[in-house]
């Protein structure tokens, strides 16, 4: 028998030892057997390389990490002199080199790791000859343990959940930091809530998961967030001035809230309307150009007016123009803000839940003013533009609309965008049969999508139908045809701002009145 067959015999005969003993010590009659300490893993299979046997055994795989290293010289005449035990990445592993076998302790190993052993024997040969040099070397990997391959969502709302998903399956957790955690009934997940929930927070937790053999893979550092406070503004910014008298009062939201019902009932708007007399025409700062010569009779648009009194409180009706967005329109006899005003909305949401999980951490307030009642009226039928002022028609002229192929639609707006000097360019392409691409278009003020008031230096036909959908109005600016023509569009400019109602009505000449009806 060899001496590598009798080491063998030696390891099996004594776990046999030790069984017989244990059983001879057992007390007899005993109802419950006494506790004993849990084994720790015994080594596994050696095989051998050259002149040297690895144990665990060269290419093993999931090898259980409590296990120890041992390479020993496997034939006669050999001495080990080296032996290194390496991980991937890391740094060798502390070992005991004596006599014929190197050893690294139990529980040095770590799990979810390939190891690289190079181990060097010095072999005798013949009597006289010098000894060989033996290097070998051999590789294993540690057994696989669960491992967190996704965390969803990273950010959560108060109620909601992370769900981190494992690269296998686990049979336990260990979770340390400031979380809830449990296992799902696969063990592929973990659902992850905050022990403490609070806004706009990180929250950094260790994960310790045990795979299916109950062996404890490393600790894993995950982090979530939690939404943070929701947010709002209002439209017209606070301290906006001289607004006209239908701007839309609109509230944008960071998230939907979780009852718009109740979010509405939060919301006031009060008017700080002192009571001012009804200025006239001649208040301008410059006189109104003379007016173009215009059908007769023409209806006069402007309606009465008398200021409202003084410290106004409004009602108004809440209109959610999507899930994030809602305008207040106010419900006065006109629908409109009172002129010469100053609208004050307050939104008293501190703490109101949204969908998304958060809440708002304080109330808003912001406020407007106004300025005079400027109301702009275009009749189509007679292609006049009437501007009015607190009641009284403060000018009219002439001026152009879109043909009935390309005509204005009808209906109440107010001016949303001013630009002094705008180019205007087709949206067909530079090959379509009305394409278009005009510069310098003087002192335009959109009230419809891209429909504008604005001057027209390319034609003098006012009173006819010429544009693309704009009314178009006289001017002299950049008019080298008609350098004379009335400053009829600089006049409405230096009338008009932000948020004065456009009112379009009548019919475009040869058009059928069904057509222009705006949506």
């Known amino acids: 028998m060899s001496a590598l067959s009798g080491r063998a015999l030696s390891r099996v005969a004594l776990p046999l030892l030790s069984l017989v003993l244990l059983a001879a010590c057992s007390p007899v009659g005993a109802s419950t057997p006494a506790p004993r300490p849990t084994p720790s893993p015994s080594p596994l299979p050696s095989s051998v390389?050259?002149?040297?046997?690895?144990?665990?055994?060269?290419?093993?795989?999931?090898?259980?990490?409590?296990?120890?290293?041992?390479?020993?010289?496997?034939?006669?005449?050999?001495?080990?002199?080296?032996?290194t035990v390496t991980p991937d990445g890391g740094s060798p592993l502390a070992g005991d080199l004596s006599g014929s076998a190197y050893t690294v302790k139990a529980g040095s190993l770590a799990p979810d790791a390939r190891y690289t052993v190079t181990a060097v024997a010095e072999v005798r040969q013949a009597a006289g000859a010098a000894p060989v040099e033996d290097s070998e070397t051999s590789h294993f990997s540690t057994v696989t343990t669960p491992r967190v391959t996704a965390l969803t969502p990273a950010t959560i709302g108060d109620g909601q959940s992370v769900v981190l998903t494992l690269s296998e399956a686990a049979s336990a957790i260990d979770v340390s930091g400031p979380v809830k955690a449990s296992l799902g009934p696969d063990g592929t997940t973990v659902t992850v809530v905050p022990a403490t929930y609070a806004q706009g927070q990180s929250y950094a937790f260790t994960l310790i998961a045990r795979n299916l053999k109950g062996i404890a893979g490393a600790p894993q550092k995950q982090t979530f967030a939690t939404l943070g406070a929701a947010t709002a503004y209002a439209y017209p910014a606070g301290g906006s001035g001289n607004m006209g008298v239908a701007v839309p009062l609109t509230l944008t939201l960071s998230a939907a809230p979780a009852d718009k019902s109740d979010f509405a009932s939060h919301l006031t708007v009060t008017a700080d309307s002192p009571a001012a007399p009804a200025a006239s025409p001649s208040a301008d700062a410059s006189p109104a150009p003379a007016a173009s010569p215009a059908p007769s009779p023409a209806a006069n648009p402007c309606t009465g007016y008398a200021p409202p009194a003084p410290g106004t409180a409004l009602t108004v009706n809440p209109v959610w123009l999507s899930a994030t967005r809602v305008r207040l329109a106010p419900t006065t006899p006109d629908g409109y803000w009172p002129a010469n005003s100053t609208i004050t909305v307050h939104a008293a949401m501190a703490n109101l839940k949204t969908s998304a999980g958060n809440w708002w951490g304080g109330d808003l307030t912001s406020s407007f003013s106004t300025g005079d009642k400027r109301v702009i009226d275009v009749n189509l039928s007679t292609q006049t533009l009437t501007a009015c002022k607190n009641g009284v028609q403060a000018n009219q002229f002439l001026i152009s609309s879109g043909t009935p192929s390309h005509f204005t639609y009808t209906g109440h707006f107010a001016i949303y965008r001013r630009v002094a000097d705008e180019e205007m360019k087709s949206p067909e392409g530079p090959f379509a049969p009305d394409y278009y691409d005009i510069k310098h278009v003087p002192w335009t003020q959109y009230f419809d999508g891209g429909a504008a008031l604005h001057g027209a230096w390319w034609h003098n036909n006012f009173g006819h139908p010429m544009s693309h959908g704009c009314v178009n109005v006289q001017t002299p600016t950049d008019n080298t045809r008609w350098p004379k023509a009335t400053p009829q569009a600089e006049w409405l400019w230096n009338f008009d701002n932000v948020g004065d109602p456009v009112i379009v009505s009548g019919v475009t000449p040869g058009l059928n009145p069904a057509q222009q009806q705006s949506d």
């Open 49 to 83: 390389v050259g002149s040297i046997s690895f144990s665990p055994p060269a290419d093993a795989t999931a090898v259980d990490p409590g296990v120890p290293v041992v390479i020993t010289a496997a034939t006669a005449g050999a001495t080990l002199t080296s032996v």
